[in-house]
T-cell receptor
Framework: GNSVTQMEGPVTLSEEAFLTINCTYT??????LFWYVQYPGEGLQLLLK?????DKGSNKGFEATYRKETTSFHLEKGSVQVSDSAVYFC?????????????FGQGTILTVHP | GAVVSQHPSRVICKSGTSVKIECRSL??????MFWYRQFPKQSLMLMAT?????????EQGVEKDKFLINHASLTLSTLTVTSAHPEDSSFYIC????????????FGPGTRLTVT
């Protein structure tokens, strides 16, 4: 079946540090890949996405590249801010009988200190 | 665009009562809506998928008689937790996706249910 594995957190960084959150996946076919962010007490917001190999999704300084050869979609940001503190979820949407369904990773808690 | 609302945002109910949670797509037609449950500091667990006008498809292990899902229109889906018990306390999140092969889901802000 489909699965997503994220690096375990929590991740604690100082402001302006470089961020990487690893994400690897297992899926049949050609899934679409997503990063979602969840702020405390809120639902999920789409951060970025990529729908095919070598696509780069980017938003608000965050980037992730769809690497089919390594089945990865690592999230990066060059300089984090305190306001980036949240839980980040990597997810995929595959086809076939799972069409439209999202499979989530376990989430990574990010805390950024001033 | 692509805004999804949920109501209520928080609800406290007594054990044995039923609670209804609404999920609305405000600016698009949602042919498919999904209901998730999230436990503290954990990922989202898909409970069921509902397509407008048809019965919901429940994931394995989810009691369809306890978690009633109705998707009566292209902008509204409801989740009713029947005969709620304290173990049903959780954060319930809905999402919606449009038609035409869309894979992207737009999430509601979630509903915090506490059963006393």
């Amino acid at each position: 079946g489909n699965s997503v594995t994220q690096m375990e957190g929590p991740v604690t960084l100082s402001e302006e540090a470089f961020l990487t959150i690893n994400c690897t996946y297992t899926a049949t076919g050609y899934p679409s890949l997503f990063w979602y962010v969840q702020y405390p007490g809120e639902g999920l917001q789409l951060l970025l996405k990529a729908t095919k190999a070598d696509d780069k999704g980017s938003n608000k300084g965050f980037e992730a590249t769809y690497r089919k050869e390594t089945t990865s979609f690592h999230l990066e940001k060059g300089s984090v801010q305190v306001s980036d503190s949240a839980v980040y979820f990597c997810a995929l949407s595959a086809g076939g009988t799972s069409y439209g369904k999202l499979t989530f990773g376990q989430g990574t808690i990010l805390t950024v200190h001033p | 665009g692509a805004v999804v609302s949920q109501h209520p945002s928080r609800v406290i109910c007594k054990s044995g009562t039923s609670v209804k949670i609404e999920c609305r797509s405000l600016d698009f037609q949602a042919t498919t809506m999904f209901w998730y449950r999230q436990f503290p500091k954990q990922s989202l667990m898909l409970m069921a998928t509902s397509n407008e006008g048809s019965k919901a498809t429940y994931e394995q292990g989810v009691e369809k008689d306890k978690f009633l899902i109705n998707h009566a229109s292209l902008t509204l889906s409801t989740l009713t937790v029947t005969s709620a018990h304290p173990e049903d306390s959780s954060f319930y999140i809905c999402s919606a996706s449009g038609g035409q092969g869309a894979r992207e889901q737009y999430f509601g802000p979630g509903t915090r249910l506490t059963v006393t």
